[in-house]
């Protein structure tokens, strides 16, 4: 299937459409004329030199800015461009989550928006799921699955519909991830994969994708971890290139006790090589020193120092704190080795 064949929305869906935004179009027409990384930049810079009045043109435009990871110029519209104020206010909370400053919006207050523009609901219900998310309680898509599935159903415009379902089906991978679910959530990532996504996105789904075969298949783990490694290592993408290296790699080989060769800067996980090759005084004596342990430093803290008790703790942490059943896994782990 051609580029521009791949934004158009299945026959069912293009009956809710009434409205193509500019964006789209000219999406369209740079796809069926360039390759697709001068398509996306050609249109990148349509989007910043525009100035689009009617509400539609401008959730596409932003959409695409967001979703292929033109952050800068995504902030640039919002800064400079006159914006409907529910549109300029929902994509502020977007870009602050970029730069992890969501904390900043209280649960609450998110929850007492409301926007009337269908393609500005559906947004904010994927936000109220972030927000869940952000604070690692990962139940939070549960009371919205209906409502984000509903709000889907009402956009009206095939670009920020394209986008929209790549949120959700995002969102239902961590969720099924999250609760345990690992074939739905394989199901959904490999659907995401195969989908035109930026390289942030990309990277991301395979570095997640890669820890759902954490505890089931060392070889699969460790192939999807090194994939997106090298995608990060080829984008520059220097979070990335640490969390995969420094934290899951290790992560992944000191589970299956695969530790040869490997090493960490990052102390925790370094602890958690010692406990694979049986180093538990050195393991203790790394961990002991840490406040406010998370419940992953509480696991391992209780394995090196023999504490089935506080392993069991750290399970109950992962499930009651965050409710995370995949990870709760691990203290169930290591609760047997002891």
């Known amino acids: 299937m051609s580029n ?3 934004l158009k929305p299945r026959a069912i869906k293009s009956l809710q459409m009434n409205y193509q935004s500019k964006v789209y179009l000219y999406y369209l027409a740079m796809l069926r004329e360039f390759p697709k990384d001068l398509a996306l930049e050609r249109t990148s810079h349509f989007c910043t030199e525009m100035s689009f009045e009617i509400v539609e043109d401008q959730v596409a ?3 695409f800015l967001y979703m292929n990871n033109y952050l800068a110029e995504m902030k640039q519209v919002i800064q400079d461009s006159v914006l409907d104020g529910e549109v300029k206010l929902i ?3 977007v870009l602050n989550r970029m730069d992890e400053q969501l904390s900043e919006h209280p649960l609450l207050w998110l929850k007492s928006l409301h926007f009337s523009h269908p393609s500005l609901h559906c947004l904010h219900q994927f936000i109220m799921v972030y927000r869940y998310f952000d604070i690692k309680r990962y139940g939070g898509l549960d009371p919205y699955i209906e409502n984000c599935d509903q709000a889907l159903q009402q956009v009206n415009e095939p670009l920020a519909l394209y986008f929209f379902e790549q949120r959700y089906h995002e969102l239902l991978f961590n969720h099924y991830w999250k609760t345990d679910n690992t074939l739905l959530a394989r199901r959904y990532a490999y659907k995401l994969i195969n989908k035109e996504l930026s390289q942030r996105k990309m990277i991301m789904i395979q570095h997640h994708l890669a820890l759902t075969y954490a505890f089931e298949n060392y ?13 990060a290592e080829k984008s520059g993408l220097t979070h990335h290139i640490v969390s995969i290296k420094h934290r899951t790699i290790p992560f992944i080989s000191a589970l299956h006790k695969r530790t040869e060769n490997v090493s960490t800067p990052d102390l925790v996980e370094t602890a958690h090589l010692a406990i694979a090759n049986d180093e ?3 393991a203790a004596r790394m961990l002991g020193s840490l406040r406010n342990r998370t419940p992953f430093q509480d696991c391992y803290y209780g394995v090196a120092i023999r504490d089935k008790q ?3 703790q750290a399970r109950s942490r992962f499930l009651k704190e965050n409710g995370d059943h995949f990870f709760a896994k691990l203290p169930s782990l290591y609760a047997n080795r002891i």
Do not use: F, G, T, W
């Open 310 to 312: 506080l392993v069991e």
């Open 280 to 282: 538990y005084e050195e």
């Open 91 to 93: 994509y502020e909370i």
């Open 4 to 6: 521009d064949q791949v």
């Open 219 to 231: 070889h699969l783990a460790l192939d999807h971890s090194y994939k997106a490694l090298d995608n």
């Open 61 to 63: 435009c932003l959409e």
